[in-house]
């Protein structure tokens, strides 16, 4: 995969607004949003926006700031799922898995070995945002008043 950052691929068009994409989280330097070809129900995305290919590329405070994304938004995700569980995983280059060569982060409310194949077409726009509503409610009211301080 070529390392040098295309500005036109899907994912740095859905951050500047000009496809769509139904997001969960939002903030100056990162953005949360569902995978559209989800491989289990409540897959999301998390991405800075800083324009980098692989992790390897992410400057440390991009890193920070993408971790604590991931942070509040995995916690969410379980919470809304009802899971006890999450897995983060990300693909560097297109010989690792890469499909979108924006840094982006996989989060899944349970284990990898649960994970099917990719849903070989978009899943509907009702489904999605029906798990979405849900995600960001958890967002907006974690279970734990504590839960950010837990290591
Ligand atoms: P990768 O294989 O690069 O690690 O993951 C790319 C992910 O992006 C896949 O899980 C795929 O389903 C998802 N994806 C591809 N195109 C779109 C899109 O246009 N919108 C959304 N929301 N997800 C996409």
Do not use: C, W
């Not at 897959?43 to 509040?72: C, F, S, W």
Request: no cysteine.
């Amino acid at each position: 995969m070529d390392l040098n950052y295309d500005t036109n691929n899907i994912f740095a068009r859905i951050i500047r607004g000009e496809l769509p994409a139904i997001k969960v989280y939002e903030d100056e330097h990162t953005l949360a949003f569902m995978d559209i070809m989800p491989q289990m129900p409540g897959h999301l995305l998390v991405l800075p926006k800083v324009e980098v290919v692989t992790l390897y590329q992410l400057p440390d405070e991009a890193a920070t700031a993408v971790l604590a994304t991931i942070k509040k938004v995995g916690k969410a995700l379980e919470q809304a799922m009802g899971v006890d569980g999450s897995s983060v995983f990300q693909h560097n280059g297109s010989y690792a898995g890469q499909t979108v060569p924006h840094l982006h982060f996989h989060l899944l409310p349970g284990p990898l070995k649960m994970a099917g194949a990719h849903a070989t077409v978009p899943v509907e726009t009702p489904q999605l945002e029906k798990i979405a509503a849900q995600i960001r409610d958890a967002i907006a009211y974690p279970n734990s008043p504590h839960s950010d301080t837990l290591a």
